[in-house]
Every structure is written in C-alpha cells, then in structure tokens.
C-alpha cells in the first residue's frame, strides 16, 4: 500500500512525498487507516518498524484539515529518552513543512530559555520528555488545555525509567483529548493497565518481532573468552566488506575508551556515546554519525536509546545484555525501514546465564559460528592510526579509565536519564581476572606505539605481536592445543580449560583446610 492511496490533506501528501516516504510499512499499514477515523491505538512494535510515522500522519492530518487556531498545541508526543524525542521531532518538521504549524521540542540538558521561545510560536506538535514537559507545565509556560491528540512512544521503556506518575499526571492535564495512541515493543502488565486506563476501545496493531528478526537480521554468535573480544573485534571489523556503519554494544561506560582507543589505533574511524556527555555533545556525535564521520559508535542501552541511523548495517554485542529484550532493541538498530541487516554477539564465561535467558525469549538459539584462530591475536601489518578532532572524544581518551573493571565487566554501569539503574538485572559475581587478561588491559597504552602530530602509521609486525601476546598464547590451551575440534569450541571448553588451569595451584580455601586438619 502506498502514501497516495491514502485520503490525506494535499500538503501533507506533498511533503511526505518530499521525505521519500513512498510505500507503508506493515505497522503504518495497519495503524494509520483506524488513526485517521479517530481510534485510539494500541501497537505494539519494535524500533524501525516505521511507527513514528503510523502515529504522526493521522495526528498531523487532523491538525491541517481542522485548523486549530488558539496558538497552543493540539499534538503532544511523549518519549522516554532524549534521542527519540529528537527523531521524532525532525519527522514532524518534515510533515509540517509549508504550514502555519511548528514543533516544539522539550527536552532536559538544554536551557529553558530557546524552549521556552519555540513554545511561543504556534507549536502544533510538542515533542518532549516527561520531566521537563511537567516541569513546564507546573511553571505555567506550557498549557496542555487544547490537547486533541496523544501519542506515548516506548511505554515500556517509560516503565523501566520511572515515568509511571509522570504519565498519569500529563493524562490528567490533557483531560479533553479526543485520540490516544499507545506504542510500546513489548506488552507488560503495566503497559496493558495503562492503556486499559486511558485509551477507549483501542484497535490494536502489532508486528511479530521474531519474524522480523529472522527475515531480516543475521545473527551470528562467537564463543570467546572475556580477553579475546577486544581483538577478535578488531580483525571481524578489518575484514567486514560493509559500507555502511555499525553499532557496539557494550554494558560498561568503562569499556567504551579502552574500545575506542583499540579501533583508532587500527585506522577505524570510532566514537562513543555515554551518559557522561552532555546533550549537545551527544547531539553532535550522533549527527557525525549519521553523516559518516565515524564508522563505528560504541554505546551502552542508556546512551543508545533513541539511535534511528538509517544506514547502520552490524551490530556487535561485545557483551550481552542481561536484559533479554534489550537483545531485541540492540539488534534492531540495523534493518531499519525495511532494509536487511546482520548482527555479531561474543559471549563469554561470564556471559553464559544471559545467553539462555535471550534464546529462551527468543525462542529459539542463535547460530553459532566457527572461531578463527588467527583472530584471537591483534592483526599484523602497518596500520594509519585515526586521529579524531573532536573535543568530547580525546577528552574522554585522555581520562584515566579503570582497567581491570573494564576488562573483567565489573566497571560501573550506565545510569538512566532519571538516575535509576532499573534496565540491568543483576548479575553474579564473576570469576576473577586471568594474569593474561590483566596484563593486556593495564598495559593497553604501552603495547602500541605513541602517536603525534607527525607520526600517524602504528606497525603492528610479527615479532611485536610475539612480544606482545607471548603470554596470551600461554594459557590458552583450547588454542594452541591441535588436537582439539576448534570448530565447535564452545563455553564448556573455555570453563574446562579454566577449571584445569586452576587445578595445577593450591586454592586459599584448600590451604585454609589443610591448616585446621579438614
């Protein structure tokens, strides 16, 4: 089905045609015919599943065709993060193109003064976050009086971050709304009390996630050791033929300098996102990304939230979410708006537990590649270092990060936009660090040459590889050892090849019961 067969207000037909916005997808395409008589919705979708369009067509077309005139808005769109907000907002400009109608974006991190001036000036739509869009209101800057239509975006996610009272109170607010629309990527019981509260006779629209996981994303999954991702990272991407960009997940702020200092050193154009950074500078970095200055971001869920890049064609899960639907959201950054996409998971030791719980949810496993050998050592040869020129990313290479919790995935985790740290069950306590594993963390900076302004090659031959990961090769048994089936090397053999080396020494607890006689 396509936008023309729609019965729409010709400006807005023009100006999706403009967007490139041509065929609907299949939540648009169940979404939008019910919005357009006036039925709230309930739908229930993945992120790049085109549902940002399903709700702002018909709400934008209710707008345009009744022309309200009292200079207050009539679309109020809600989303958890500050990213998504964003996204949405640049879609609603482009629907409200050649109108009397602006948007108004309300987000926290950014001065109040500009947002106050954009609420001044007839908004049609605002866009916000649910904490400054109350904080607004309760300094009656912003009247949600005249409210027609609203729209919640990732009510799920909403849930996780604490926004519950926030949204019964923007409810409250927009007593005489005429239409209510719902989305959310997964139907927990308090996203159902909520629109079983609030909406009225909802139709509901949903797109199966597990099929658009298995027709449209490769998924691919590497058994390896926590010391070995860094370098098998480097030499997958090295050898990838992509064009497009890619995505790291990682689950620690921690390891996001030690990956991107690793990438750079190899000539691999990489920025990374962290709660750490401010709004704007969060804004610039992802605007560079999407233009292609970096062709890689390395994130954490929090910092990610929100990431609607087009042309992102891999996803690495350098470590496992121990959420399994965050597994889902991750991978759903590539295939967006119908395109294919593939993404790559390590799973190591310690993340074993989170690897049943994401195929349980999944129901079904994910396929499990063969190890390459060569790749568990950093690649050889000369390599033109990345230099980045922006301010955010050396200041936060130059900061003295914390190696061992980097590396053992003890390091501190992301918080939330609300300084809650509700999206990560908790995980048990990890075995400690091998001395090989140390060593190459704490020795990051030294093992490479130092660049300059006039010195941008890093070699990486031979017998500085030798030099380097002598010790690697030590007390990796399941690979050095040939008579081993390397092709199905598997958590049970690493967690073998541990308990062995373990074996050879005397335990604290084993000398403890020596000593008492037990």
Same mark, same amino acid.
């Given at each position: 089905?396509q936008?023309?067969?729609l ?17 609907l ?7 939008i015919?019910f919005?357009l008589?006036?039925k709230?919705?309930?739908?229930l979708?993945?992120?790049g599943?085109?549902k940002?369009l399903?709700?702002?067509t ?6 345009l065709?009744s ?7 009539s679309i109020?769109?809600?989303?958890p ?15 409200l193109k050649?109108?009397d109608?602006?948007?108004a ?6 001065d109040y003064k500009?947002q106050?001036q954009?609420l001044v000036?007839?908004?049609g ?8 869009l ?5 300094s009656?800057s912003?009247d949600?009086?005249q409210v ?5 975006d990732?009510?799920?996610r ?6 519950v009272q926030?949204l ?12 209510t629309m719902?989305?959310s990527a997964?139907l927990s019981s308090?996203?159902?009390r909520?629109?079983?509260k ?8 949903q ?13 691919k999954?590497y ?6 991702k860094?370098?098998?990272l480097?030499?997958l991407?090295?050898s990838? =033929?992509i064009d *497009? #960009?890619?995505i790291? &997940?990682?689950?620690y702020k921690?390891?996001?300098p /030690?990956?991107?200092r690793? %990438?750079?050193?190899?000539g691999? =154009?990489?920025? *990374? #996102?962290?709660?750490? &950074? ?7 970095? /992802?605007?560079d990304?999407? %233009? ?7 994130a ?8 609607d890049?087009e042309s ?16 889902v959201?991750r ?5 967006r ?7 790559i ?8 537990q989170?690897?049943?719980?994401i195929?349980k ?8 590649e ?7 050592v950093?690649?050889?040869g000369?390599?033109v ?6 301010p ?5 290479l ?7 919790k980097?590396?053992?995935?003890k390091?501190?985790?992301?918080k939330?936009?609300?300084g ?13 660090l091998s001395?090989r ?16 302004k006039?010195?941008t090659?890093?070699?990486?031959d031979s017998?500085?590889?030798k030099?380097n990961?002598?010790?690697?090769n030590k007390?990796?048994?399941?690979a ?5 089936d390397?092709s199905?090397?598997n958590?049970?053999?690493i967690?073998?090849t ?8 005397n335990?604290?607890w084993?000398k403890?019961k ?5």
């Open positions: 089905m936008f023309t067969e019965n729409l207000n010709p400006i807005l037909q023009d100006n999706l045609k403009e967007a490139g916005f041509v065929e997808t299949k939540i648009q395409e169940q979404a015919p919005a008589e006036g709230d919705i309930a739908g979708a993945q992120t599943t085109g940002t399903a709700f702002l018909p709400a934008i077309h209710e707008i065709t022309r309200p005139d009292s200079g207050l808005p109020l769109v809600l989303a993060t500050r990213e998504l907000v964003l996204q949405i907002s640049g879609e609603a400009n482009k629907l050649n109108t109608y602006g948007v974006t309300i987000i926290g991190g950014t500009s106050e954009d000036k007839n908004p739509v605002v866009v916000a976050t649910p904490g400054r109350i904080d607004f209101v309760k009656r912003l949600l009086s027609r239509t609203v729209v919640i990732e009510a799920d909403m849930f996780d971050m604490g926004f926030d019964k109170y923007v409810f409250h607010k927009c007593k005489d709304r005429k239409q719902l989305f997964t308090e996203v159902i909520l629109a079983y609030y909406l009225d006779e909802p139709v509901e629209v797109i199966d996630p597990d099929k658009i996981i298995s027709e449209r994303i490769d998924q999954l058994h390896l050791g926590r010391d070995e860094l370098s098998y480097v030499n991407i090295l990838d =033929s *497009g #960009l890619g790291i &997940f990682t689950n921690s390891n996001i /030690l990956i991107i690793t %990438l750079h050193r190899y691999i =154009s990489t920025a *990374g #996102l962290s709660s750490d &950074f401010d709004q704007k500078k969060r804004i610039r970095l /992802l605007k990304f999407k %233009l292609g200055k970096y062709k890689m971001m390395v954490t869920d929090v910092a990610s939230r929100g990431i890049v992102i064609q891999v996803v690495y899960n350098y470590d496992l979410p121990s959420d399994s639907e965050n597994y959201h991978i759903g950054r590539t295939a708006a119908g395109r294919k996409g593939k993404s998971s390590f799973c190591s030791e310690s993340d074993y989170e690897l049943e719980r195929e949810y999944l129901k079904g496993k994910i396929p499990t063969a190890i390459n050998e060569d790749y568990l950093f690649p050889k000369d390599f270092a990345f230099e980045s020129d922006d955010a990313i050396t200041k936060s130059n900061e003295k990060p914390s190696y061992s980097a590396a053992s995935g390091g501190r985790r992301d939330n936009p609300r809650q740290n509700r999206e990560h069950k908790p995980r048990e306590k990890e075995k400690p001395n594993e140390t060593d190459l963390t704490a020795k990051s900076k030294s093992d490479f040459p130092k660049q300059n006039h010195q090659k890093f070699k990486s017998s500085q590889n030099k990961y002598s010790q690697t007390n990796t048994n399941y050095s050892n040939k008579s081993s390397k199905k090397r958590l049970f053999d967690e073998e541990r308990q062995n080396n373990k074996s050879k020494k335990s604290f084993s403890f020596s000593l008492f006689g037990f």
